[in-house]
């Protein structure tokens, strides 16, 4: 009985002391980015700075540092990625690692499009839709958080249509609703295309659910231009600033891991594949290490092949980043990165320092399971074919999708996959019938 009742005891005294150190550090990072706000520009700067942020059309590309000055992008950020975290621990939820990814890839789009006001409609939408399946609202809030890709619907309706205001907020509150009541089951049956070989599964979801009000109002005559704002004066503060984050995480890591490596192995032989979830395989220590070490390599990237960062670039990076919980690693990454690489080289679209192309770049390890479960070499003809798409699917809905790599990893895994199967599956058809010739002749 003794033995039992120990047993009964520690396991969730281990399970309480991971959970608070799992929202210890994400209460981190909305503070680590908040404090980087307030002490860079004067109060009132900011304030001017949220307000313009807080009523621009925030569609692609709208870079925040650009639109509403350093300070109030960084503001804006640490802002909304703790309110993420204060929403999670409000109704109890047990972090793991999607939700990690859902409230940094919160905390990356903040720097170009999530504010908060474009984003609370849709995570009303999806609440509307728990209380209506009879579900806790808890078992939907990765998904408001991930949907909130579509938060530029808000802001594009209310203030970039030419409503009068009222009438721009309630269409544009209105319609992020209907979204946040659609993303759910959307989400469920998505998932089947890809079969999860990107990440960004709901990033695919709401590419389909932009298209399709894209394709509405383009209907009605109205035309959505694609935006393109970008800084160019932070690079040097964003690169300290960004290093020194990713530094601190993998830090933090090795002390929760007992200033070992234990787990980081195991981590680097999964696959990626969705669902695998690195914190409840390896534990949050290696977890965070590997995130650490995979947004090193991405701001490595950047800086080796001589780019610069910005608001998109950034915040692409801490997005990817926070998969860097829930499927990626620095050996299913780097194949994608070649991959990707070879494409911005070789083709004459855009520029490889480009912000499209960086972005593209980042979230491109999106997918990352295709290397990891085929194997390096059709790693890079995934990034290869992501380039390839990445620039042709926003036209099909205008920006208003910010997952705009999401929506174009769920194409390229729905093409590959499928042709992937088949001709490994040929393969070791062969190699099985070899065998059999062998054996029979021997």
Same mark, same amino acid.
């Given at each position: 009985?003794?033995?039992?009742?120990?047993?009964?005891?520690?396991?969730?005294?281990?399970?309480?002391?991971?959970? /608070?150190?799992?929202?210890?550090?994400? =209460?981190? #990072?909305?503070?680590?980015?908040?404090?980087?706000?307030?002490?860079?520009?004067?109060?009132?700067?900011?304030?001017?700075?949220?307000?313009?942020?807080?009523?621009?059309?925030?569609?692609?590309? #709208?870079?925040?540092?650009?639109?509403?000055?350093?300070?109030?992008?960084?503001?804006?950020?640490?802002?909304?990625?703790?309110?993420?975290?204060?929403?999670?621990?409000?109704?109890?939820?047990?972090?793991?690692?999607?939700?990690?990814?859902?409230?940094?890839?919160?905390?990356? !789009?903040?720097?170009?499009?999530?504010?908060?006001?474009?984003?609370?409609?849709?995570?009303?939408?999806?609440?509307?839709?728990?209380?209506?399946?009879?579900?806790?609202?808890?078992?939907?809030?990765?998904?408001?958080?991930?949907?909130?890709?579509?938060?530029?619907?808000?802001?594009?309706?209310?203030?970039?249509? &030419?409503?009068? !205001?009222?009438?721009?907020?309630?269409?544009?509150?209105?319609?992020?609703?209907?979204?946040?009541?659609?993303?759910?089951?959307?989400?469920?049956?998505?998932?089947?295309?890809?079969?999860?070989?990107?990440?960004?599964?709901?990033?695919?979801?709401?590419?389909?659910?932009?298209?399709?009000?894209?394709?509405?109002?383009?209907? !009605?005559?109205? =035309?959505?231009?694609?935006?393109?704002? #970008?800084?160019?004066?932070?690079?040097?503060?964003?690169?300290?600033?960004?290093?020194?984050?990713?530094?601190?995480?993998?830090?933090?890591?090795?002390?929760?891991?007992?200033?070992?490596?234990?787990?980081?192995? &195991?981590?680097?032989?999964?696959?990626?594949?969705?669902? =695998? &979830?690195?914190?409840?395989?390896?534990?949050?220590?290696?977890?965070?290490?590997?995130?650490?070490?995979?947004?090193?390599?991405?701001?490595?990237?950047?800086?080796?092949?001589?780019? /610069?960062?910005?608001?998109?670039?950034?915040?692409?990076?801490?997005?990817?980043?926070?998969?860097?919980?829930?499927?990626?690693?620095?050996?299913?990454?780097?194949?994608?990165?070649?991959?990707?690489?070879?494409?911005?080289?070789?083709?004459?679209?855009?520029?490889?320092?480009?912000?499209?192309?960086?972005?593209?770049?980042?979230?491109?390890?999106? @997918?990352?399971?295709?290397?990891?479960?085929?194997?390096?070499?059709?790693?890079?003809?995934?990034?290869? @074919?992501?380039?390839?798409?990445?620039?042709?699917?926003?036209?099909?809905?205008?920006?208003?999708?910010?997952?705009?790599?999401?929506?174009? #990893?769920?194409?390229?895994?729905?093409?590959?996959?499928?042709?992937? &199967?088949?001709?490994?599956?040929?393969?070791?058809?062969?190699?099985?019938?070899?065998?059999?010739?062998?054996?029979?002749?021997?």
């Amino acid at each position: 009985m003794k033995n039992k009742t120990d047993v009964i005891y520690i396991h969730p005294q281990k399970r309480i002391v991971s959970q /608070k150190r799992k929202y210890l550090y994400l =209460t981190f #990072t909305g503070l680590f980015f908040l404090l980087v706000g307030l002490v860079s520009e004067s109060p009132a700067a900011n304030w001017k700075g949220l307000s313009v942020i807080l009523t621009s059309p925030s569609n692609l590309l #709208t870079d925040y540092l650009a639109l509403g000055g350093f300070g109030s992008a960084f503001i804006n950020v640490g802002i909304l990625t703790l309110l993420s975290v204060l929403l999670a621990y409000r109704h109890q939820v047990m972090l793991n690692g999607p939700m990690f990814a859902s409230i940094l890839t919160v905390t990356g !789009f903040s720097f170009f499009g999530k504010n908060l006001y474009n984003s609370i409609s849709i995570i009303l939408g999806v609440y509307c839709y728990a209380r209506f399946v009879h579900k806790p609202f808890s078992q939907y809030i990765m998904i408001g958080l991930f949907g909130s890709a579509l938060s530029p619907v808000v802001s594009y309706i209310t203030f970039g249509m &030419d409503f009068p !205001f009222v009438w721009g907020i309630l269409l544009g509150n209105l319609a992020g609703v209907i979204i946040g009541l659609l993303l759910p089951p959307l989400a469920a049956q998505t998932l089947t295309f890809h079969r999860g070989f990107t990440l960004y599964n709901i990033g695919f979801t709401s590419g389909l659910l932009a298209m399709a009000f894209t394709g509405i109002l383009r209907l !009605f005559s109205y =035309t959505i231009e694609e935006h393109s704002l #970008t800084s160019t004066e932070y690079h040097y503060p964003l690169m300290c600033i960004l290093l020194t984050f990713f530094c601190l995480t993998a830090v933090c890591g090795f002390c929760f891991n007992s200033y070992r490596l234990t787990g980081l192995r &195991d981590i680097f032989e999964t696959s990626g594949k969705l669902t =695998t &979830d690195f914190i409840a395989n390896s534990g949050i220590g290696a977890t965070l290490i590997n995130m650490g070490l995979v947004g090193l390599l991405l701001s490595s990237y950047v800086l080796i092949i001589g780019g /610069k960062l910005n608001g998109p670039v950034i915040g692409a990076i801490l997005s990817a980043f926070g998969f860097s919980a829930f499927g990626s690693h620095v050996r299913n990454s780097f194949p994608i990165l070649i991959g990707i690489y070879l494409a911005s080289l070789l083709g004459t679209f855009h520029e490889l320092t480009s912000t499209g192309m960086l972005v593209a770049a980042a979230f491109g390890t999106g @997918l990352a399971p295709i290397s990891g479960f085929y194997g390096s070499i059709y790693g890079v003809l995934a990034g290869f @074919l992501h380039i390839a798409l990445v620039h042709n699917v926003s036209s099909l809905h205008g920006g208003l999708n910010l997952y705009n790599s999401g929506f174009s #990893t769920g194409f390229v895994a729905g093409i590959l996959v499928p042709i992937l &199967d088949n001709f490994t599956a040929i393969r070791k058809e062969k190699r099985h019938l070899g065998k059999r010739i062998i054996k029979k002749n021997h």
